[in-house]
């Protein structure tokens, strides 16, 4: 069982930046394939971002197409965590965040709690 914390949502006017974090328990983080996403009210749960790391080489993220460019996932395996630094806000990001790890047969079976990010107009 993993168990992922979420923090740093908040309330902010759009133009705004910020970065939520969620830490995990799980012993393998540093191999763990982590991603970012958000639930909007009235809307179903959507990918936000991913990390993944590559065998002896490095990590590799991708986006959805809506935050491309303006969100970044990174991580620090020191402290478990997973970051999603969002600058640029929108009023349409406004969402419940959630982190996620995925398994090897491409499940996703740990969740965070979420944290509210509302952006206002």
């Known amino acids: 069982q993993v168990q992922l914390v979420e923090s740093g949502g908040g309330l902010v006017q759009a133009g705004a930046s910020l970065r939520l974090s969620c830490t995990s328990s799980?012993?393998?983080?540093?191999?763990?394939?982590m991603g970012w996403f958000r639930q909007a009210p009235g809307k179903e749960r959507e990918f936000v971002a991913r990390?993944?790391?590559?065998?002896?080489?490095?990590?590799?993220?991708d986006y959805a197409d809506s935050v491309k460019g303006r969100f970044t996932i990174s991580r620090d395996n020191a402290k478990s965590t997973v970051y999603l630094q969002m600058n640029s806000l929108k009023p349409e990001d406004t969402a419940v965040y959630y982190c996620?790890?995925?398994?090897?047969?491409?499940?996703?079976?740990?969740w965070g709690q979420g944290t509210q990010v509302t952006v206002s107009s």
């Open positions: 799980a012993r393998t983080f540093s191999r763990d394939y």
């Open positions: 990390q993944w790391w590559i065998r002896g080489i490095t990590y590799y993220a």
């Open positions: 996620a790890v995925r398994t090897d047969g491409g499940d996703w079976p740990f």
